[in-house]
T-cell receptor
Framework: DAKTTQPNSMESNEEEPVHLPCNHS???????IHWYRQLPSQGPEYVIH???SNVNNRMASLAIAEDRKSSTLILHRATLRDAAVYYC???????????FGKGMKLTVNP | DGGITQSPKYLFRKEGQNVTLSCEQN?????MYWYRQDPGQGLRLIYY???????QKGDIAEGYSVSREKKESFPLTVTSAQKNPTAFYLC???????????????FGPGTRLTVL
């Protein structure tokens, strides 16, 4: 499994963009990069995933470095509901395993 | 509404007792998973199942057992052999596309088990 490094925590202000970084320098060429988030006392929620190209969906954007050793999850306008622990998870396609590290706690200030 | 149901939300048991956690999904997903989460930690995979009547051990299967008699249901039994059973237990499901597991997993709300 590829190792990931995320900051322990970040703070942002409501309605401002926030960039959540992740380093995954040992990622293999076939690993997808998944992002999940977990609100307090709830199960994790899928956010977005990508392989090489940048990806956008209704929740967020994912920017993947050209060498794929890092990625950034972008929340375009943070809301209070975005306060959660965010997990960056490199995963081999078709693997049953999502390896959740400790993640990064995002605090959104009103 | 489609989703995953776990019950109960909170569960208390005495040490030495087996306890079964329920997980039901109406998403028509083929694969189902059980994870354990300890305070301040990430999730660890206990068991997973890709098809009815078949399941595989995850990273921390010791002290746990599962069954998959129906596609919709994947109950987890925490046995007395599990040394530290107090934890937050999460069930998830995903589709299988083209014979391959997809990594987009849908999670239930979790069951918080406390063994006294």
């Amino acid at each position: 499994d590829a190792k990931t490094t995320q900051p322990n925590s970040m703070e942002s202000n409501e309605e401002e963009p926030v960039h959540l970084p992740c380093n995954h320098s040992t990622i293999s060429g076939t690993d997808y990069i998944h992002w999940y988030r977990q609100l307090p006392s709830q199960g994790p929620e899928y956010v977005i995933h990508g392989l090489t190209s940048n990806v956008n969906n209704r929740m967020a954007s994912l920017a993947i470095a050209e060498d794929r050793k890092s990625s950034t999850l972008i929340l375009h306008r943070a809301t209070l509901r975005d306060a959660a622990v965010y997990y960056c998870i490199p995963t081999q396609g078709g693997s049953e395993k999502l390896v959740f590290g400790k993640g990064m706690k995002l605090t959104v200030n009103p | 509404d489609g989703g995953i149901t776990q019950s109960p939300k909170y569960l208390f048991r005495k040490e030495g007792q087996n306890v079964t956690l329920s997980c039901e999904q109406n998403l028509n997903h083929d694969a189902m998973y059980w994870y354990r989460q300890d305070p301040g930690q990430g999730l660890r995979l206990i068991y997973y199942s890709q098809i009815v009547n078949d399941f595989q051990k995850g990273d921390i299967a010791e002290g746990y057992s599962v069954s998959r008699e129906k596609k919709e249901s994947f109950p987890l039994t925490v046995t007395s052999a599990q040394k530290n059973p107090t934890a937050f237990y999460l069930c998830a499901s995903s589709i299988i596309a083209g014979g391959t597991l997809t990594n987009e997993q849908f999670f239930g709300p979790g069951t918080r088990l406390t063994v006294l």
